[in-house]
């Protein structure tokens, strides 16, 4: 991607500096250096460059985060943000500006050279007026191309594409800033207050919600297509807007209903598994990642999901993760249906399990594997209700089950309960025999995650690291 335009958006004369000639031993052209945001903008429209550096500390004027949304108002220019230190609230504004990545100070060439590999990359060809259109696949046209509106934290538009624009009907510049709920209603025709509940649901639930809007073809009848609201997350886990995915007439949009039911069940069925699953491919991008996944990697600081790539930060264990990776993906083309297991892999009492995914047909582009992620730290989320209502357990004895399943022995589970041992012993009876177990190690692992079934399907062969 070498050669491509490159503003530079520093107040350190000395730090500009270096960090050009750093750009220029890359094989990039640095456009120009701006010392401020106001020159920045100036610099952005007049030269259009392919990439922006922006400082987030400007000194004194408007800074960088300010910078960067007036010139995504105008222009499809991605934005990489360079800071020393940044706070929660300067993190919240940086998001809403759709940035394509972050460097933090001081950094190597090797994380320069991949930030700007990773924003150039973004899934877009660049033309040189600035615009930007999706890449399709071979045989579709430009009228093909799905579109994409996105979010910041208060479910404003901070982003649409020239797809979405083209789908919509509205220039970009009258779509930013303005309420999701607002198109949503006009484009679905659905009353204003469902708009914005449907928006709360996904960033509530995490759950993607499907929107039938009518196609007007330009021959034939109309017909019904069906949109996606999305949640976004950060590279925490964090959920922190909405995506609405436009499928145009040639792209997903063609979806029986069937086929939209199965996704929606199979994307529910994964979020109620107490485990992490996600569905990468042999460069550890991430095609799906469930709800446990997405919490496991909030609390745990080893691992990441960085610009839709899994990763560990201890490079070994992330260098043996990609080789089980490898391995399983291999497998899963030959039919060998290998399984490896490494624990705990991120050093915080996670366990990683990479499984094949049978039936790659040797295609190499859609070669997938399964990562199952087991945090031991996890505390039970089993409820009041699910216990008494699906084992029958009395009032003492689901707080009982409770307080095992999070960590507690028997003895400190009944001081908790301001009970004896002897009683609390005579309430685990009673547990044993309502819920089919005879061993406490056995309940806990019924309570915390159900039937084992799920490794017992997937594990034909099983080779331990």
């Not at 759709?98 to 924003?119: S, V, Y």
């Not at 089980?324 to 490494?342: E, H, K, L, W």
């Given at each position: 991607m070498a050669g491509e335009n490159i503003l530079v958006v520093e107040d350190q004369r000395s730090a500009a500096g270096a960090l050009q000639m750093r750009l220029r031993g890359l094989g990039y052209d640095v456009s120009a250096i701006a010392k401020d945001g106001v020159e920045a903008i100036e610099k952005a429209s007049e030269l259009k460059p392919d990439l922006i550096l922006m400082d987030i500390r400007l000194g004194a004027g408007i800074d960088g985060i300010?910078?960067?949304?007036?010139?995504?108002?105008?222009?499809?220019?991605?934005?990489?943000?360079?800071?020393?230190?940044?706070?929660?609230?300067?993190?919240?504004?940086?998001?809403?500006?759709?940035?394509?990545?972050?460097?933090?100070?001081?950094?190597?060439?090797?994380?320069?050279?991949?930030?700007?590999?990773?924003?150039?990359?973004?899934?877009?060809?660049?033309?040189?007026?600035?615009?930007?259109?999706?890449?399709?696949?071979?045989?579709?046209?430009?009228?093909?191309?799905?579109?994409?509106?996105?979010?910041?934290?208060?479910?404003?538009?901070?982003?649409?594409?020239?797809?979405?624009?083209?789908?919509?009907?509205?220039?970009?510049?009258?779509?930013?800033?303005?309420?999701?709920?607002?198109?949503?209603?006009?484009?679905?025709?659905?009353?204003?207050?469902?708009?914005?509940?449907?928006?709360?649901?996904?960033?509530?639930?995490?759950?993607?919600?499907?929107?039938?809007?009518?196609?007007?073809?330009?021959?034939?009848?109309?017909?019904?297509?069906?949109?996606?609201?999305?949640?976004?997350?950060?590279?925490?886990?964090?959920?922190?807007?909405?995506?609405?995915?436009?499928?145009?007439?040639?792209?997903?949009?063609?979806?029986?209903a069937s086929g939209s039911a199965l996704s929606n069940a199979l994307i529910q069925a994964l979020d109620t598994l107490p485990h992490g699953v996600i569905c990468l491919n042999?460069?550890?991008?991430?095609?799906?990642?469930?709800?446990?996944?997405?919490?496991?990697?909030?609390?745990?600081?080893?691992?990441?999901?960085?610009?839709?790539?899994?990763?560990?930060?201890?490079?070994?264990?992330?260098?043996?993760?990609?080789?089980?990776?490898?391995?399983?993906?291999?497998?899963?083309?030959?039919?060998?249906?290998?399984?490896?297991?490494?624990?705990?892999m991120s050093g915080e009492h996670v366990e990683l399990l990479v499984a094949s995914v049978p039936g790659n047909g040797g295609d190499s582009q859609q070669a997938r594997a399964n990562l199952f992620l087991f945090d031991s730290n996890a505390k039970s989320n089993a409820s009041h209700d699910l216990l008494t209502g699906l084992y029958g357990l009395t009032h003492t004895e689901a707080k009982l089950v409770q307080l095992m399943s999070n960590g507690l022995t028997l003895d400190e589970a009944g001081q908790e309960l301001a009970i004896s041992v002897h009683t609390a012993r005579t309430h685990l009876k009673h547990v044993f025999h309502k819920t089919g177990v005879n061993r406490q190690a056995e309940l806990i692992h019924r309570i915390g995650s159900g039937p084992a079934s799920l490794l017992l399907k997937i594990a034909p062969t099983d080779t331990r690291n």
């Open positions: 300010e910078a960067a949304r007036q010139i995504r108002s105008k222009l499809d220019i991605p934005v990489v943000y360079l800071s020393a230190h940044i706070d929660q609230k300067l993190l919240d504004r940086a998001r809403a500006t759709c940035p394509a990545g972050f460097i933090n100070k001081p950094f190597t060439t090797k994380d320069l050279l991949i930030a700007i590999d990773f924003a150039l990359r973004g899934g877009q060809d660049r033309t040189s007026g600035g615009a930007t259109t999706a890449i399709a696949p071979s045989g579709t046209t430009e009228n093909d191309a799905d579109g994409l509106v996105s979010t910041d934290h208060e479910g404003r538009i901070s982003f649409a594409d020239r797809a979405a624009e083209r789908i919509i009907g509205l220039a970009r510049r009258s779509l930013l800033d303005r309420p999701l709920a607002e198109l949503l209603s006009s484009l679905y025709e659905i009353p204003a207050q469902r708009a914005g509940g449907l928006i709360a649901s996904v960033l509530s639930t995490h759950r993607e919600e499907r929107l039938a809007r009518v196609q007007v073809e330009r021959a034939g009848p109309s017909r019904q297509q069906e949109d996606l609201l999305t949640p976004l997350f950060d590279t925490r886990g964090q959920c922190y807007g909405v995506a609405l995915k436009l499928f145009s007439s040639g792209g997903q949009s063609g979806h029986h042999a460069e550890l991008r991430v095609d799906h990642m469930n709800r446990a996944a997405r919490e496991i990697l909030g609390r745990n600081r080893g691992m990441e999901c960085r610009n839709g790539i899994f990763g560990i930060q201890d490079r070994a264990l992330d260098a043996r993760l990609r080789e089980f990776v490898r391995q399983a993906i291999q497998g899963g083309q030959t039919g060998a249906g290998a399984m490896f297991v490494r624990a705990p």
